[in-house]
């Protein structure tokens, strides 16, 4: 099967916590993918907060995307009770 995004809610900074069709859930930190032309927009974190659901990934309105299987495969991230970032297996 593959990963589909099926719910996605902002965290932090860049940090969005996706939930995919098998289940899993998790915080994914997308600065490390930020850099280029198309993303370039969403280094402003008023435009990285406009993502939406667009068939399986998240997208954002200038056509910028990160494959599903990318998303799936990404490191998860906790934030912890001081807002403090670390990431996990």
């Known amino acids: ?5 099926t ?12 939930k995919f069709n098998d289940g ?3 915080i994914i930190d997308f600065e490390g993918w930020l850099s280029g032309p ?4 969403l280094r402003n974190k008023d435009y990285f907060k406009k993502f ?9 309105p200038n056509g ?15 934030v912890g009770p001081n807002q403090k970032i670390r990431r996990t297996a």
């Open 1 to 5: 099967m593959l990963p589909s995004v």
């Open 7 to 18: 719910k996605a809610k902002y965290v932090k900074d860049y940090l969005i916590e996706v």
């Open 24 to 26: 899993t859930k998790k």
């Open 38 to 41: 198309v993303f370039k927009p």
């Open 52 to 60: 939406f659901i667009d068939g399986p990934t998240i997208a954002w």
């Open 64 to 78: 910028a995307d990160i494959a599903p299987e990318t998303l799936y495969a990404a490191a998860a991230v906790e």
